[in-house]
């Protein structure tokens, strides 16, 4: 198909897709740049090279609790999504008036998170008092419910739904069905899903920032207060190890899924 | 055990946590919006409106999601073309171009930005050496720096859902077109660009209602001076503490989201 298209017209597509990289990519890269920049001060381009911000970012207590609790919230968050998002995938997938259950079971994807974020701050102070972990795990719980659930609805919509009737005839119960048939099925599918979600917990700000408690301060509030008040190279170090993190989710998820998965999609 | 049972034991749980965390909380909102001193009120609603402060936010709010949303089609729908045109190779290759943005933190994508626009970044350096800009000159705190910002953000939403519309398009249909005697750019009028129609609605429709409720990326980038809907609805919060009022300014944000959220469940609801 490509070779029908006029060539300077490629070239122009070329360097459009060069463009939308630099775009895309490049608040990320000034944000590692400045990270191992000699300046005290936040500039760019980088001048020097120095690991410095790193040793000072992992002394800096505020950052190293922070982590803790993020990795703590993220994991978790993607168990419970995990196991509540795919029971009820799979439910989804047999059900004969999926649609509505459907629509239901991703909401919370279309109302707007900090919609939400009020609503959430609002009903745990009137009932229950001060903000805990406990809120936030509830809350970013509700956040990746739907990608857990749209994974494994997607997987388990190709797979083949007379294995488990076969299973059934062969004389299984249902438990073993769902442990021997179903469940293999959606592995990848929850595999996906557990990894958006590890990935969304550990990144959201909205929800965090609201419902935070003192004390309970997640990495992406901690640098979001940072850059309020007075950002300094630590913060880009900080940032550039959220980026790294990224990368190797990104780098797992391809290993065991496959990443040509979503690109044809 | 019937089949019956087990399905609703399967989605019991979350229904449960739905309702719970996520029903509860908005009727929650909705609630505290119209509840006064001595009962249902209004009032809430009244002070949003009775000066232009508020209104202007709002209108800022609307008028910066358009332009985020059509910069963002204009640069999407090219990119997502082009993604849909090439070999898988390349195309893994892309994805991950979109993708690694849009799973890192918008806080951390937020703070690149407030690198490359602040006083001591590549653009207002490079404009001053040039002679261009006076010596305090920095794009940071203006609607510019959120739009530039927001569209970096929202860009790959835009991309992914475009991509799964042109990605389903039957090449074949350009190919005739190509052979009937059109020339490339007249098959693109002609033939691609009304099939990735509601593709192209949807991902606008997205984009605009995840625009509209942003929160981080704009307070950082416009500073406090330049407030949209979401900012004031966290100083409603966390500074003056007015609960009822920030509840009224999320349900007035939660209605315009409604009004664009229908038809984009309309939609995807008949292309899937």
């Given amino acids: 198909m490509v070779r029908a298209v006029p060539a300077w017209l490629r070239g122009l597509a070329w360097a459009f897709v060069v463009l939308a990289g630099l ?24 001048e020097g090279f120095t690991l410095r911000w790193y040793e000072k970012a992992l002394g800096t207590r505020e950052y190293v609790e922070a982590f803790w609790l993020s990795l703590r919230l993220a994991v978790v968050v993607t168990v419970t999504a995990t196991l509540i998002g795919g029971a009820a995938a799979i439910a989804l997938s047999r059900g004969r008036q999926a649609g509505a259950m459907e629509t239901v079971f991703l909401s919370p994807l279309l109302i707007p998170t900090i919609i939400f974020a009020i609503g959430m701050l609002m009903l745990w102070s009137s009932t229950f008092g001060p903000t805990s972990f406990a809120t936030l795990w509830l809350a970013h719980t509700v956040v990746t419910l739907p990608y857990v659930i749209r994974t494994t609805l997607a997987v388990l919509a190709e797979a083949d739904p007379f294995l488990e009737e076969a299973a059934r005839t062969m004389g299984a119960g249902r ?28 990144d959201e700000a909205v929800l965090s ?8 301060n997640t990495l992406p509030v901690q640098i979001y207060g940072q850059l309020e008040f007075s950002p300094d190279p630590t913060v880009a170090a900080v940032s550039t190890l959220m980026i790294l993190l990224t990368i190797a989710l990104i780098m797992i998820l391809d290993r065991l899924l496959g990443l040509n998965r979503f690109a044809k999609a | 055990m019937t089949a019956r049972r087990e399905t609703l034991l399967l989605f019991a749980p979350g229904l449960a946590l739905l309702a719970l965390g996520f029903l509860l909380p908005i009727l929650r909102m909705l609630m505290l919006s119209v509840v006064g001193p001595d009962g249902i009120t209004a009032v809430h609603f009244a002070r949003f409106f009775q000066d232009s402060y508020y209104p202007s936010i709002l209108w800022r709010t609307v008028r910066l999601s358009l ?48 690198v490359l626009l602040g006083r001591s970044g590549p653009i207002a350096s490079t404009l001053r050496d040039h002679g261009l800009v006076g010596r305090g000159f920095s794009l940071m705190h203006t609607e510019t720096a959120i739009v530039l910002g927001m569209v970096q953000v929202l860009l790959p939403f835009m991309v992914l859902t475009l991509l799964g519309s042109l990605a389903r398009l039957d090449p074949r249909l350009e190919e005739a077109a190509r052979t009937m005697g059109c020339s490339f750019l007249q098959s693109f009028r002609h033939v691609v660009l009304p099939l990735s129609l509601p593709g192209l609605v949807a991902g606008s429709l997205l984009v605009f209602t995840l625009s509209a409720s942003s929160f981080v990326t704009p307070s950082l980038l416009g500073g406090a001076r330049i407030e949209v809907l979401a900012a004031s609805i966290y100083k409603s919060v966390t500074q003056t503490l007015d609960w009822n009022f920030a509840a009224a300014q999320a349900v007035i944000l939660f209605a315009g989201v409604a009004l664009v959220l229908i038809p984009y469940l309309r939609l995807t609801a008949r292309h899937g």
């Fill in chain 1, 23 to 46: 775009f895309l990519l490049g608040p990320l890269a000034v944000v590692v740049g400045v990270s191992v920049s000699e300046n005290q001060f936040i500039a760019f381009p980088p």
């Fill in chain 1, 175 to 202: 438990l073993r069905c769902l442990w021997h048939v179903v469940l293999p099925q959606c592995r990848p599918g929850l595999i996906a899903g557990a990894f958006f979600a590890f990935n969304i917990s550990f």
């Fill in chain 1, 209 to 216: 920032l609201f419902l935070r408690s003192p004390g309970h």
């Fill in chain 2, 67 to 114: 332009i985020i949303t059509v910069l963002t089609a204009a640069i999407g729908f090219p990119l997502a073309y082009i993604m849909s045109r090439v070999g898988l190779r390349l195309r893994l290759w892309l994805v991950v171009m979109v993708i690694l943005p849009l799973m890192t933190s918008v806080v951390v994508r937020t703070f690149g930005w407030m």
